[in-house]
């Protein structure tokens, strides 16, 4: 169920709202020197992802409900050598506060950090760096319980037994590795028939993954089943099945609900989504940061809702489905 309710909506004066707009469309901000309270900044992880297009279409929506504007800027990749550079130049724009998704749980501290410091609130959305003293709230899926969630739903599909993959993206993102040690911990202490074969990295690229898969079934032909941790990899993992010849036989759970895997799902590619809730995510990042701004108290560690989408709950389910434009 989706989450619903939130702050009533703040109003604002026609010249307020103009200004605000021209903000954010990359109109100039106060020569003053002091920070624009009602602009905000969102810094997804990467651009062009339906996950973040949806946390996006979530935030821009309760932005304007609260009277701010909401620039987004994102990297061409998930990659802190590319989100840097543009957290350096939002700094340099002073908005009132920026709602991110760390790229790297440590490599992102010292940018993230020259922002708070230059007067600008932060709130982390969808990741978070180790440094819990940097940013004012986060607001993220419970991963753990989601990696945990996939491994039920995939011992499930295999019978509870046989050997099964982890593919995750990049190491040091704290999301998909938190997903991957829920996943592995299940398995662990509730599912002694099932073995895992370890968790393999693809660098979020969907070729990558799709050879991981191929040299697991050279080595290992009875392989049962994959937990794929974000989009690029349960893509790859469903493209190396594919090759293979072993659609529908190894039973893949991806996590997040694209329109590519929704598709996936509905065609048998792959046998159960892991869905978030990443407009949640952004609603509730823009919230956070309206408490800050207006100096009321901020939640410093919020958690969104997740479930397990199968072929036969679909029809209830497309709350879940990211979109591909607001």
Do not use: W
């Amino acid at each position: 169920m989706m989450r619903t309710g939130g702050r009533a909506a703040v109003m604002v004066g026609v010249v307020v709202a103009v200004a605000g707009l021209l903000a954010g469309c990359g109109g100039s901000v106060s020569n003053s020197g002091k920070a624009d309270a009602k602009k905000l900044v969102l810094i997804p992880g990467v651009a062009n992802e339906p996950f973040y297009i949806s946390m996006q279409c979530g935030a821009q929506d309760e932005a304007k409900k609260l009277g701010y504007s909401l620039d987004t800027q994102a990297p061409t990749q998930f990659d802190a050598s590319l989100q840097t550079p543009i957290v350096t130049g939002v700094i340099a724009n002073k908005p009132g506060a920026i709602l991110i998704a760390p790229t790297h749980a440590q490599a992102m501290a010292s940018p993230i950090k020259q922002a708070r410091d230059a007067g600008i609130k932060v709130i982390e959305v969808d990741t978070a760096l180790d440094d819990t003293s940097i940013a004012l709230s986060s607001i993220s899926s419970d991963n753990v319980k989601g990696g945990q969630l996939a491994a039920v739903t995939l011992a499930k599909l295999v019978g509870d037994k046989g050997s099964v993959l982890v593919i995750n993206t990049k190491a040091g993102t704290s999301t998909t590795d938190q997903r991957a040690q829920g996943f592995e911990d299940e398995l662990k202490q509730n599912h002694p028939g099932m073995s895992s074969l370890g968790v393999q990295y693809n660098n979020n690229e969907a070729a990558q993954a799709a050879s991981i898969v191929t040299a697991t079934l050279a080595a290992h032909p009875d392989l049962a089943g994959i937990f794929a941790t974000n989009l690029s990899s349960a893509e790859g993992a469903a493209t190396g099945l594919r090759n293979a010849g072993k659609l529908g036989q190894v039973k893949v759970v991806g996590f997040d609900a694209s329109p590519k895997q929704v598709q996936d799902l509905k065609d048998g590619t792959v046998q159960a989504l892991i869905a978030q809730n990443p407009s949640d995510i952004g609603k509730q990042g823009v919230d956070q940061a309206d408490a800050a701004l207006q100096g009321q108290p901020v939640t410093r560690k919020i958690q969104t809702d997740m479930i397990a989408i199968t072929a036969d709950t679909m029809s209830t389910s497309e709350q879940y489905f990211y979109k591909s434009k607001c």
